[in-house]
Nanobody
Framework: QVQLVESGGGMVQAGGSLRLSCAVS????????MGWFRQAPGKEREFVLA????????LWADSVKGRFTISGDNAKNTVYLQMNSLKSEDTAVYYC?????????????????WGQGTQVTVSS
């Protein structure tokens, strides 16, 4: 049974930084493609970024390119989303997801396991 648990959300001022964590249980995160998605109030969930660890291949949404990065700690079996230069439009519930696709996927259908989400609020 694979479980994903996000943490690290909170409130931050525009221009600030925040790091989200996604603790993976059941199997090493490097076995999957790992993705981050977000859902703003009144909007559909959207893709943020994803990576396939075995190849290092990654994919970013244009809106976060150059500001958000993904990393992982094998010892803790945890994936991180580092968010810099935050904007008010980054306010959303952030979800991590894991899947078995052979390349990073922007579509939700590429993921099987999902976390419960963590709220990020950026004040202007």
């Amino acid at each position: 049974q694979v479980q994903l648990v996000e943490s690290g959300g909170g409130m931050v001022q525009a221009g600030g930084s925040l790091r989200l964590s996604c603790a993976v249980s059941g199997r090493s995160f490097s076995s999957y493609i790992m993705g981050w998605f977000r859902q703003a109030p009144g909007k559909e969930r959207e893709f943020v970024l994803a990576i396939r660890w075995s190849t290092g291949s990654s994919l970013w949404a244009d809106s976060v390119k150059g500001r958000f990065t993904i990393s992982g700690d094998n010892a803790k079996n945890t994936v991180y989303l580092q968010m810099n230069s935050l904007k008010s439009e980054d306010t959303a519930v952030y979800y991590c997801a894991a899947g078995y696709a052979d390349r990073p996927a922007a579509a939700e259908a590429g993921y099987i396991y999902w976390g419960q989400g963590t709220q990020v609020t950026v004040s202007s």
